[in-house]
């Protein structure tokens, strides 16, 4: 199976870093190819609506999503690792996310998705937001929801790494 994770945080040894690496090391010992984007590091200019991938069938941006989309194309999972910071998404997944316009037709696809979010928060009322874009993004692309992991309380590695997330995203990785 080929797997997508796409991580936001500018952290490069931050919480979510860390969600995705044990991720990344289930799925690997379970045989899938893992291609890791992370898109704090990346250049990727946001969708501006401009239907210019419409008309022409080519994004006005050329930038590093092309290195990302053939990938996406070829995925059987798309995963996204993203931090809370104000009650959604990062602004870096949400990028990458938007740019999907460009190439909606050839998403829509058989895939599965996975969402792993962390947080300071001890409820999962800032993740609310995320879950509910991410429920209705994999809806209208007809992917199936493989699994998400809402690491509660995991402001710092320390949390995260005494918590029982990292295991369970470990497992979701290696069960893909």
Request: proline share 3%; with cysteine; hydrophobic share 40%.
């Amino acid at each position: 199976m080929k797997v997508v994770v796409v991580t936001g945080s500018a952290h490069r040894n931050g919480t979510s870093a860390y969600l995705a690496q044990r991720f990344i090391e289930g799925a690997s010992e379970a045989g899938h190819e893992v291609f890791r984007f992370d898109a704090a590091f990346k250049s990727v200019h946001p969708c501006i609506g401009c239907e210019k991938c419409h008309r022409t069938g080519s994004c006005a941006f050329q930038d590093d999503m092309n290195e990302l989309n053939p990938h996406l194309f070829e995925a059987d999972a798309v995963v996204f690792v993203s931090p809370i910071y104000y009650y959604g998404i990062n602004a870096q997944i949400k990028a990458v996310m938007d740019r999907f316009y460009a190439h909606d037709d050839r998403l829509h696809a058989k895939k599965k998705a996975v969402l792993m979010l962390t947080m300071a928060d001890t409820t999962t009322e800032s993740a609310e937001g995320p879950l509910a874009s991410f429920r209705g993004m994999t809806s209208y692309l007809g992917w199936d929801i493989a699994g998400t992991v809402v690491a509660l309380n995991t402001g710092t590695l320390d949390l995260l790494e005494n918590s029982p997330y990292p295991d369970q995203a470990y497992l979701l990785g290696k069960a893909l």
